[in-house]
């Protein structure tokens, strides 16, 4: 199994367990900006190591996020 195929499965088991709460996630104003920070520094070629690792966590997170929205798009409208 790859590391895609096991976000995948775990956007599908969230978006099961409830469709309606998962299509309704948002990130916190922190958590918007902090990415906002990171994302200006890298585009700046300021960020730092821990800071671009941090970066590629949030954008994991949000990949499975997006994933299992769209799952639980799917699963209301059947």
């Not at 990415?35 to 990949?63: P, S």
Request: aromatic content about 2%.
């Amino acid at each position: 199994m790859s590391v895609a195929e096991a976000f995948g499965d775990v956007a599908t088991t969230l978006a099961q367990l409830g469709p309606q709460t998962i299509v309704q996630l948002k990130a916190s104003a922190p958590m918007s900006a902090r990415v906002e920070d990171l994302t200006a520094r890298k585009k700046d070629g300021l960020i730092t190591t821990e800071e671009t690792t941090e970066l590629e966590q949030f954008l994991a997170l949000d990949l499975l996020i997006s994933l299992a929205k769209a799952r639980a798009r799917v699963i209301l409208l059947a």
